[in-house]
Nanobody, 124 residues
Framework: VQLVESGGGLVQAGGSLRLSCAAS????????MAWYRQAPGKERELVAA???????YYAHSEEGRFTISRNNAKNTLYLQMNSLKPENTDMYYC???????????????????WGQGTQVTVSS
């Protein structure tokens, strides 16, 4: 599975961005997916996860401002980010898990495929 993120960029605080992650192959609909973020020199951290059935899990700090969704017909994962803050500045990665579960996967050790990332920069 190859994952390609897009949609990052520079935005002012309070603005919005929609990240997309296009997946290759024909198994996207069977894969739990997630968005992660990582700053230079720091560990990556989960932003949001979505199960194969569409159930979602959010890191506490992002709940209410970020929305993860998936379109299985288009093999695409999304992250709608609203009310962005400077502290949301990071590289954002999408990930796919090979774990067979109906629940969202929240552990990065269970993600097998990673995209190259897209940079989000929020100016104050």
């Amino acid at each position: 599975v190859q994952l390609v993120e897009s949609g990052g960029g520079l935005v002012q605080a309070g603005g919005s961005l929609r990240l997309s992650c296009a997946a290759s192959g024909n198994i996207f609909s069977s894969l739990p997916m997630a968005w992660y973020r990582q700053a230079p020199g720091k560990e990556r951290e989960l932003v949001a996860a979505i199960s194969v059935g569409g159930s979602t899990y959010y890191a506490h700090s992002e709940e209410g401002r970020f929305t993860i969704s998936r379109n299985n017909a288009k093999n695409t994962l999304y992250l709608q980010m609203n009310s962005l803050k400077p502290e949301n500045t990071d590289m954002y990665y999408c990930a796919a898990s090979g774990t067979h579960t109906i629940e969202p996967v929240s552990s990065d050790r269970e993600y097998d495929y990673w995209g190259q990332g897209t940079q989000v920069t929020v100016s104050s």
